[in-house]
């Protein structure tokens, strides 16, 4: 069965503070995705990647990195996390093909006091 | 630009009413269009898809949605609803065919089925 799993579940981070969102896939997608959930908006898409070795911007990329290193591993990086990062961040795998559906992780929810 | 609007953002009925969640979208090119629920608590999960052929197309867990390309709309239905349909429910368009593999996310629709 398709899996996507994050780490940390959970996390508080201090403003200023570094912090590395880590997603996992044994999908064997080559699309791996970051998404982050505020009440209102949706999901917006932040990175995106069609493999290993390469990281695109997505819709709101301000203020995170991401990096691919293997076709497993997605992470997210806040080099200077700021309270307005406060959120849910989903990751997402998908077959990259038009008509593939995407794969959830279980959500990573990030508090910047 | 490509966009996704769901209108409502929460839909309250009762068990064993008809539900239809709607959906509209822009996109200039054939539309690939998603429907995911997330229950509370839980990340999304995948309901169905339309990416050709048949207007109607039925997903998991008893839902279907009707493609009407003259107002751009992929609304999503259930009938009778239940109250563990009680969820967040996320219209998605895969913009895949202009060459970045995205799919761009409504806002989603709160639905409460009361019992």
């Known amino acids: 069965e398709a899996a996507v799993t994050q780490s940390p579940r959970n996390k508080v981070a201090v403003t200023g503070g570094k912090v590395t969102l880590s997603c996992n896939q044994t999908?064997?997608?080559?699309?791996m995705y970051w998404y982050r959930q505020d009440t209102g908006h949706g999901l917006r898409l932040i990175h995106y990647s069609y493999g290993a070795g390469s990281t695109e911007k997505g819709d709101i990329p301000d203020g995170y990195k991401a990096s691919r290193p293997s076709q497993e591993n997605f992470s997210l990086i806040l080099e200077l996390a700021t309270p307005s990062q406060t959120s849910v961040y989903f990751c997402?795998?998908?077959?990259?093909?038009?008509?593939?559906?995407?794969?959830f992780g279980e959500g990573s929810k990030l508090t910047v006091l | 630009a490509q966009s996704v609007d769901q209108p409502d953002a929460h839909v309250t009925l009762y068990e064993g009413a008809s539900l239809e969640l709607r959906c509209s979208y822009s996109y200039s090119a054939a539309p690939y269009l998603f429907w995911y629920v997330q229950y509370p608590g839980q990340s999304l999960q995948f309901l169905l898809k339309y990416i050709t052929g048949d207007a109607v197309v039925k997903g998991t867990k008893g839902f279907e949605a009707e493609f009407r390309k003259s107002n751009s709309s992929f609304n999503l239905k259930k009938s009778p609803a239940h109250w563990s349909d009680s969820a967040k429910y996320f219209c998605?368009?895969?913009?895949?065919?202009?060459?970045?593999?995205?799919?761009?996310f409504g806002a989603g629709t709160r639905l409460k089925v009361i019992a």
């Open positions: 998605a368009l895969d913009i895949s065919n202009t060459g970045n593999y995205k799919y761009v």
């Open positions: 999908n064997n997608h080559n699309n």
């Open positions: 997402a795998s998908g077959e990259g093909a038009n008509t593939g559906q995407l794969y």
